[in-house]
């Protein structure tokens, strides 16, 4: 089993940045394949990026050259930094774990979940 309990969720206003993260806990062996996943009041989840144990990182288009993701393995946490807020990045952020080395935009592909964190960009 693997705990993700995500962090640094608020607020925030246009333009600004934020930084979350996403601490895993227990059988780390099983979360090969971090992930984070957003999905806003109304529409489906989305996939935001991915960073492997060995490093291998992926952003989805939608989102790439604001979103970063990274990973800490020494401390088994993701983090996934956003730059220039926008009102529509307004979403609950999900961290997400499996233990196949592939790296999956599909939420079914993902074992572990956390709670998630809203963030609010206000218009």
């Known amino acids: 089993q693997v705990e993700l309990v995500e962090s640094g969720g608020g607020l925030v206003q246009a333009g600004g940045s934020l930084r979350l993260s996403c601490a895993a806990n227990?059988?780390?062996?099983?979360?090969?394949?971090m992930a984070w996943f957003r999905q806003a009041p109304g529409k489906e989840r989305e996939f935001v990026g991915a960073?492997?144990?060995?490093?291998?990182?992926y952003h989805s288009e939608s989102v790439e050259g604001r979103f970063t993701v990274s990973r800490d393995n020494a401390k088994n946490t993701l983090y996934l930094q956003i730059d220039n807020l926008r009102p529509e990045d307004t979403a609950i952020y999900t961290c997400?774990?499996?233990?196949?080395?592939?790296?999956?935009?599909?939420?079914?592909?993902?074992?572990?979940w956390g709670q998630g964190t809203q963030v609010t960009v206000p218009s």
């Open positions: 997400a774990a499996r233990s196949r080395r592939r790296i999956s935009e599909s939420p079914a592909d993902y074992d572990y």
């Open positions: 227990g059988r780390t062996s099983e979360s090969w394949v």
């Open positions: 960073n492997t144990r060995s490093g291998q990182t």
